[in-house]
């Protein structure tokens, strides 16, 4: 089956061909920047995490789940980016769910690292309210009943 001629006054019509909007040069050298960008950060991050375990620090603790979700991130990102060296297309149709893991998965993981840093800096702040809301309200009002009781016990008014 053949396409219809292209028809300039028709707006349904599209033309036979497209050209690009990035040359392929440009398209390889992103890739490569892009899969060694994310190839070193899962290097460092792996590093922080052997380092976490070295050091005997608290395994499950906000920084060494906050590493983990960021290793994840990018090991997810590095093989995307890898798949772009052997054909591109190829990686552009790939099955729903290897679909999802790699392009959907990861934008996931970043709320997920999101929530985690908002958690981990509100904490403090909820913490701090908490302790002052315990050490005023309710021992000054003790410590104002001792002191009067004691007062009427000496004879006082």
């Not at 050298?29 to 620090?57: A, E």
């Not at 904490?123 to 908490?130: A, K, V």
Request: glycine residues 2%.
């Amino acid at each position: 089956m053949e396409a219809p001629p292209w028809d300039p006054l028709r707006n349904d019509s599209l033309p036979p061909t497209l050209t690009p909007a990035v040359p392929p040069y440009v398209k390889l050298g992103l890739t490569i920047v892009y899969t060694v960008f994310y190839s070193l950060l899962f290097l460092f991050i792996y590093v922080q995490l052997w380092l976490v375990l070295r050091y005997r620090h608290k395994r499950l603790s906000y920084q060494s789940v906050f590493l983990f979700l960021c290793l994840f991130w990018a090991s997810l990102r590095t093989v995307l980016f890898s798949f772009y060296f052997k054909d591109f297309v190829a990686a552009n149709a790939l099955s729903p769910f290897v679909f999802w893991l790699l392009y959907c998965f990861p934008v996931c993981l970043q709320f997920f690292t999101l929530t985690l840093m908002n958690l981990y800096f509100t904490q403090p702040g909820t913490q701090s309210q908490e302790e002052c809301l315990l050490h005023t309200t309710p021992r000054n009002s003790e410590r104002s009943l001792v002191l009067v009781s004691a007062d009427r016990e000496r004879g006082g008014s």
